[in-house]
């Protein structure tokens, strides 16, 4: 008898869990109304970080880097038999939901025009908006699935908490030279070391050359100079520095080319490309006087 009252409480417990979990996002779903001669035409699944591997496979550890928290996904079809998945994805704050967004998109899609920070993809439409990542996807390319793409878009965008906007560090970035739309934040493992955290990064073009710049933002002075002193030695170990001090070093890597670094305040501040040393240095110099 106590056995069958302890899994009965347990299913409960489970039960109201699982209807917390699913209700934060179930609410973002449009309704039958809303959506209305459009149907959805699969129940909506819910995953969180112990899951996701279950719906995106290798893609999880990319969100969960992010922060992600949870996931809504269902299929919607028009009148006609057009299908199309969306996704609606917490990512636990606005910061999260750009950087994610921000990986997945290119400067190849076209921008749209009833939210700032959003893009079209052919047969496919990313955008976040406050906490949220959400991606739609038809099953096919044409301008019936455009129509249909950009109006299920524009109706997401009123379901969705409005809010979240290009964080602030980009303002410390250069605008000459400049990708649009190229501006990137990485929660974990910015160039690819473990140690180094909360990155932003945009990617340039010199007639033809690439180049990139990194603003690496560290909790405190302390934390950004012993984080920068434990990538120089990694530099040093690899033999691509050439010149460094106490708190700045140049040289050159394999993939990127030239690399000039400087650790200033709570950030470390790096250029990295095929360009010429003295505008490398001009580059750095320029960012470093922009957050003195």
């Known amino acids: 008898m106590k056995c069958s009252i302890i899994l009965f409480t347990l299913l409960i417990i489970l039960s109201s869990g699982f209807n917390s979990f699913a209700g934060d996002?179930?609410?973002?779903?449009?309704?039958?109304?809303e959506l209305d001669p459009v149907v959805i035409s699969s129940e909506p699944e819910y995953y969180n970080p112990d899951n996701l591997w279950d719906y995106i496979n290798g893609g999880a550890p990319a969100y969960i880097a992010c922060g992600f928290e949870r996931v809504v996904t269902f299929l919607v079809m028009d009148p006609d038999s057009l299908e199309m998945v969306v996704d609606i994805y917490d990512m636990a704050d606005s910061l999260n939901a750009f950087g994610i967004y921000s990986q997945e998109r290119s400067a190849k899609g076209k921008p749209l025009t009833f939210i700032s920070n959003g893009m079209q993809y052919g047969n496919a439409i990313y955008f976040w908006q406050d906490r949220y990542y959400v991606k739609l996807i038809a099953y096919e390319t044409s301008p019936k699935a455009t129509e249909f793409l950009l109006q299920l878009a524009h109706l997401l965008t009123l379901k969705v908490p409005s809010g979240g906007s290009i964080p602030a560090q980009f303002?410390?970035?250069?605008?000459?030279?400049?990708?649009?739309?190229?501006?990137?934040?990485?929660?974990?493992?910015?160039?690819?070391?473990?140690?180094?955290?909360?990155?932003?990064?945009?990617?340039?073009?010199?007639?033809?050359?690439?180049?990139?710049?990194?603003?690496?933002?560290?909790?405190?002075?302390?934390?950004?100079?012993?984080?920068f002193e434990q990538y120089r030695?990694?530099?040093?170990?690899?033999?691509?520095?050439?010149?460094?001090d106490e708190q700045s070093f140049s040289g050159t890597d394999s993939y990127y080319g030239n690399i000039f670094f400087e650790q200033k305040v709570l950030y470390i501040i790096g250029v990295l490309g095929k360009i010429e040393k003295a505008y490398g240095e001009e580059i750095l110099s320029g960012i470093i006087s922009g957050i003195e």
């Open 233 to 244: 030695l990694f530099r040093k170990e690899s033999n691509s520095i050439m010149d460094d």
């Open 171 to 227: 303002s410390a970035f250069p605008v000459k030279d400049k990708i649009p739309n190229s501006e990137k934040f990485t929660r974990q493992d910015v160039l690819g070391q473990q140690y180094l955290q909360n990155g932003y990064s945009v990617e340039y073009d010199l007639d033809g050359k690439k180049y990139y710049i990194f603003l690496i933002q560290c909790a405190d002075v302390n934390d950004a100079g012993d984080k």
């Open 25 to 33: 996002l179930s609410t973002l779903v449009p309704s039958a109304k």
